[in-house]
């Protein structure tokens, strides 16, 4: 009678994993594609975001996920309602000789944005076109602010559509689930 017992109460569980957990649907939220851009050429690939940083199998080249420019004036955008993209490139990464990620270490006792300045990137990320405009600008604190604002991480339109229905999702969800919690509350 017990095995009966286990059976059923598996085919109960079962039944139940159709209907997904909050931590899946964060889960799924997490992996959704995003837009890498290789740093060279600037070639596009979605992957999932979860993936990281990457080395194109075609090209060779490291892959970074992409950023907007948010700046209305940005020199960059060409006015055709096409978002302005770029990578904040970490320069501490190369492409090893067997086709790897090597991470340079940081020279000990030196600034390390002097460091990464030295080779040609950024501490936060920047859009290169502003960039152009900007070199050898004074730039008063709150200048710098706003523009390290307007670098966004790049959202694909499909990967946001997708997280406004998990979202939705999630949250009603998380109400049934208090809802059910505050029922079985009252029992006790
Ligand atoms: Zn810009």
């Keep these: 009678m017990p095995r009966i017992a286990i059976l059923i109460g598996g085919i109960i569980l079962s039944g139940c994993g159709a209907d997904r957990s909050l931590s899946q649907i964060e889960q799924e939220m997490r ?3 995003t837009l890498y851009l290789t740093a060279g050429s600037g070639k596009k690939i979605t992957a999932a975001a979860t993936k990281g940083v990457f080395v194109d199998g075609e090209s060779g080249e490291l892959c970074f996920p992409a950023y907007v420019c ?5 020199p960059g955008s060409q006015g055709d309602g096409q978002p302005f993209l770029f990578i904040h490139r970490d320069v501490m990464l190369r492409v090893g000789p067997g086709g790897e990620i090597v991470r340079d270490e940081m020279p ?3 600034n390390p944005v002097d460091v990464i300045e030295s080779r040609g990137g950024f501490a936060n990320p920047t859009c290169p076109a502003c960039w152009e405009v900007r070199r ?3 730039e008063t604190q709150a200048m710098k602010q706003q523009f390290v604002e307007w670098a966004q991480p790049y959202t694909l339109p499909v990967a946001a559509a997708r997280k406004k229905e998990l979202e939705d999702e999630y949250q009603r969800k998380a109400a049934a689930k208090s809802g059910s919690r505050r029922r079985s509350n009252v029992g006790r």
């Design 108 to 110: 000990q006792g030196r």
């Design 70 to 74: 948010t700046n209305p004036e940005c």
């Design 31 to 33: 992996s959704l594609d």
């Design 136 to 138: 050898g600008r004074p």
